[in-house]
């Protein structure tokens, strides 16, 4: 095998387990494109050479013992930062965790050692997994591999970035909002948000807990299928875990007569007329490969984004009175207890996160509680209810995974609200704790990736994947981004 | 609900996050925004009753045995400031109030 960066997942595994190519070549090959390439497009906040090199030496020393290491014997794996890996950093992109060294490994992590996977660097995200555009990382955007100059989306830009330039085949990432699809989807690469108790989250820094999952990237449906396999299933450690075992993800890339709904509401104004065309054309496609295409009608989707910004922050603030410069992180210098809390989480934490634990705070507070939270929830479990009637009628829901392609850095840096307003089509899934995915199914004039979004209904995963392998067949083959200038 | 920048001290105050004058004016101005946006919520007509999403499955629980946890020195390990037995705090009650 010539050019080991290029390759799959799923054909490195098989290179490796049948010795055609040791997991050491494998590990070098990605150091050398990572090495090169990170000046660039800052995917990965920590890479040690030296540990891949020793995770693929024993990988190595299994096979040559006649043992069979797993299904992803020697395929780096690149990992959101806000994943615990024993030994290893986990700053969630943030100064507040800058000098947190894990003392476990979080479950997927744990799942991927089984499996023979070996772990490459931990990648860039918005601080806390709170943002769009990995712009709120407290070091520095990730970019995005097509155009240096625009975002690689967020948070989970650095894992997302990493798998398009070849950096890694498979990257975690994780989705509260559509940190996975997002960036996936301006990327050009596969990215999916499971089912809500699908994946454990034991050992994933807490977000928001009523939304947070564990996610793949890929640059196929089959990788991504081969990482959601390795990583899901029931974790006694994880009270919202469901107990459930992955779906089967492996069904032949049809379909004939399945159903699937074009949500009205997703093609509203604010939808750029390049991405329309793109997911409008995929859509024809679908249809004319025998799937059955009707439009159907979300009315409370439009407020998914106020749902989600009243939930979100609420419960981030909650989950975020840990960082208090008692047990980890930071420390300020404070007269008092109390003043030493206010002086830590000051200096910690940047100003996005500020902005949602003050937003959470206050929707939580006294007096509002019921007017803010308590009003969202209502109006979430409506939209649960309304997007479980439209199940009964249609498969799966199609539409664009964003309302524009990558925009440029800086370009929405000063203007939260528009930058929450990015995440239109994607807050409909995690709120109401359905699985969706993102695929590229095409790039703009500009060359920029274009993503299309496929939603289930729970534990869907089945026929998702089957649509999504099918619709990649349909669609233009994943296509590398321009080599970096020198 | 308009919010300005004392209103955004009060609730830094809750949140035990230390907010600079300056920085709670540029906050009062992004917080009003986002509470304009999210106040649309109140217009949406919902059922009588309607009740709020509080989980999505059912409980799944463990089995009720011991297990092992984090050793001591694994826990203290992160900590700015220890003493091989406890994380160490500035003083908590103040010598005139007790």
């Known amino acids: 095998m010539s050019d080991l960066w290029q390759e799959g997942a799923t054909a490195l595994a098989a290179a490796v387990r049948s010795r055609e190519a040791s997991a050491a070549d494998v590990a070098e090959a990605h150091?050398?494109?990572?090495?090169?390439?990170?000046?660039?497009?800052?995917?990965?906040?920590h890479l040690e050479p030296e540990e891949v090199r020793r995770q693929a030496r024993e990988i190595d020393r299994r096979i040559a013992a006649g043992e069979d290491p797993g299904p992803l014997a020697g395929v780096p794996v690149a990992i959101k930062d806000n994943l615990c890996v024993r030994g290893q950093p986990a700053t969630c992109g943030s100064r507040i965790l800058e000098p947190f060294v894990p003392p476990y490994d979080a479950h997927v992590i744990e799942r991927l050692r089984g499996a023979g996977a070996v772990l490459f660097g931990k990648t860039n995200l918005d601080e806390f997994a709170m943002g769009s555009s990995t712009e709120n990382s407290a070091f520095g955007p990730t970019r995005n591999p097509f155009d240096l100059e625009r975002t690689a989306g967020g948070s989970s830009g650095g894992s997302a970035a990493a798998v398009a330039s070849g950096l890694a085949p498979l990257a975690l990432g994780s989705d509260t909002g559509g940190s996975i699809r997002q960036p996936a989807a301006l990327c050009g690469v596969v990215g999916m948000k499971p089912t809500y108790g699908l994946v454990s989250r034991y050992g994933l820094i807490a977000f928001a807990s009523s939304l947070d999952q564990i996610g793949p990237f890929g640059r196929t449906v089959d990788d991504a299928a081969l990482l959601l396999e390795t990583i899901g299933g029931p974790d006694p450690r994880d009270a919202t875990s469901a107990g459930v075992p992955v779906p089967d993800l492996r069904q032949p890339a049809d379909v004939k007569g399945l159903r699937i709904g074009v949500p009205r509401e997703c093609f509203g104004e604010g939808l750029a007329r390049d991405v329309r065309s793109l997911v409008e054309r995929a859509i024809?496609?679908?249809?004319?490969?025998?799937?059955?295409?009707?439009e159907v009608s979300l009315p409370l989707s439009v407020h998914g984004i106020a749902v989600?910004?009243?939930v979100a922050p609420s419960e981030a603030s909650s989950n975020l009175a840990r960082y208090d410069g008692v047990r980890y992180g930071l420390r300020g210098e404070g007269r008092d207890v109390e003043e030493m809390f206010s002086l830590t989480r000051g200096e910690g934490f940047g100003a996005e996160v500020k902005r949602r634990i003050l937003l959470g705070t206050f929707a939580l507070s006294s007096g509002y509680y019921e007017a803010y939270y308590g009003r969202a929830q209502k109006v979430r479990a409506a939209m649960r209810h309304e997007l479980e009637e439209c199940f009964k009628k249609v498969d799966l829901l199609v539409s664009a995974t964003t309302p524009t392609a990558a925009f440029g850095l800086g370009e929405k840096a000063d203007d939260p609200l528009a930058m929450y307003l990015s995440d239109v089509l994607t807050v409909t899934a995690p709120l109401c704790g359905v699985p969706a995915l993102s695929l590229s199914c095409g790039r703009t004039a500009k060359g920029?990736?274009?993503?299309?979004?496929?939603?289930?209904p729970r534990f869907g995963?089945?026929?998702l994947f089957r649509a999504a392998r099918a619709a990649e067949q349909l669609l233009p083959p994943f296509a590398w981004p321009p080599e970096p200038p020198r | 609900m308009a919010i300005d920048p004392a209103e955004v001290l009060r609730i830094a105050r809750l949140a035990r996050l230390k907010i600079e004058p300056d920085e709670a004016t540029r906050l009062a101005k992004d917080l009003d925004r986002i509470v304009a946006h999210i106040d649309s919520l109140k217009a949406v007509r919902l059922p009588e009753g309607a009740e709020a999403l509080t989980y999505f499955g059912k409980d799944v629980l463990r089995a009720d045995e011991p297990r092992g946890c984090l050793a001591k020195e694994d826990g203290l390990r992160n900590a700015p400031i220890q003493d091989g037995d406890f994380f160490l705090v500035p003083k908590i009650v103040d010598k005139e109030e007790s």
């Open chain 1, 31 to 45: 150091l050398d494109r990572a090495l090169r390439w990170n000046d660039h497009v800052e995917a990965f906040l």
């Open chain 1, 284 to 294: 024809q496609g679908l249809g004319k490969a025998g799937a059955r295409i009707e």
């Open chain 1, 308 to 310: 989600y910004y009243i």
């Open chain 1, 448 to 456: 920029l990736p274009v993503g299309l979004h496929l939603t289930a």
């Open chain 1, 461 to 463: 995963e089945s026929v």
